[in-house]
T-cell receptor, first 113, second 115 residues
Framework: AQKITQTQPGMFVQEKEAVTLDCTYD???????LFWYKQPSSGEMIFLIY??????QNATEGRYSLNFQKARKSANLVISASQLGDSAMYFC??????????FGAGTRLFVKA | DAGVTQSPTHLIKTRGQQVTLRCSPK?????VSWYQQALGQGPQFIFQ???????QRGNFPDRFSGHQFPNYSSELNVNALLLGDSALYLC??????????????FGPGTRLTVL
């Protein structure tokens, strides 16, 4: 069965430093997509980055990069040069080619000035 | 380019009532999914609509039903509301044909409170 695990309920990072948010997943399907979303206190889920299971390179989008380790079933999000506006909940999600996307429990990131 | 829109923003209902939530997908998207997000948890998949048909459903009772219209907009209906239905309801749109991936874009959500 599909599963997403985010083991860090909360993380603190100093402004301008990099931070890694952990995500592990489980699926038996060889074709899948991995996603990270940011959810500020306003509630809207904001798409950050996508990684396909067959992509050879790690995905990057501006200050966001996805550290994809397929053998370990790991898809960690790296945020470089953290900003105060990065304080939010972050969700890792997966779609294994079906019609359903499953989400982890989330990690709350606090950026300190 | 308009993103995903949802209405209403907030809603307060009492137990046993019925509610309808609305969603308009992002321009160019043909698929709409609905999620329930309880406080402090990740979103849970309710169902997905494509070509006006429900094509997959999560672990939700029949009290939850939906509809997709020819213009791809969608409604989520919940009957016989329970206190446990209080949550943020998120609509997401996607188009694998248009984007090549299953990336979903979310609306701002409807916060439902059941008293």
């Amino acid at each position: 069965a599909q599963k997403i695990t985010q083991t860090q309920p909360g993380m603190f990072v100093q402004e301008k430093e990099a931070v890694t948010l952990d995500c592990t997943y489980d699926t038996s399907d060889p074709s899948y997509g991995l996603f990270w979303y940011k959810q500020p206190s306003s509630g809207e889920m904001i798409f950050l980055i996508y990684q396909g299971s067959y992509d050879q390179q790690n995905a990057t989008e501006g200050r966001y990069s996805l550290n994809f380790q397929k053998a370990r079933k790991s898809a960690n999000l790296v945020i470089s040069a953290s900003q105060l506006g990065d304080s939010a909940m972050y969700f890792c999600a997966m779609n294994d080619g079906g019609f359903k996307t499953i989400f982890g429990a989330g990690t709350r990131l606090f950026v300190k000035a | 380019d308009a993103g995903v829109t949802q209405s209403p923003t907030h809603l307060i209902k009492t137990r046993g009532q019925q509610v309808t939530l609305r969603c308009s997908p992002k321009s160019g998207h043909d698929t709409v999914s609905w999620y329930q997000q309880a406080l402090g948890q990740g979103p849970q998949f309710i169902f997905q609509y494509y070509e006006e048909e429900e094509r997959q459903r999560g672990n939700f009772p029949d009290r939850f039903s939906g509809h997709q219209f020819p213009n791809y907009s969608s409604e989520l209906n919940v009957n016989a509301l329970l206190l446990g239905d209080s949550a943020l309801y998120l609509c997401a749109s996607s188009s694998k044909l248009a984007t090549g991936t299953d990336t979903q874009y979310f609306g701002p959500g409807t916060r439902l409170t059941v008293l």
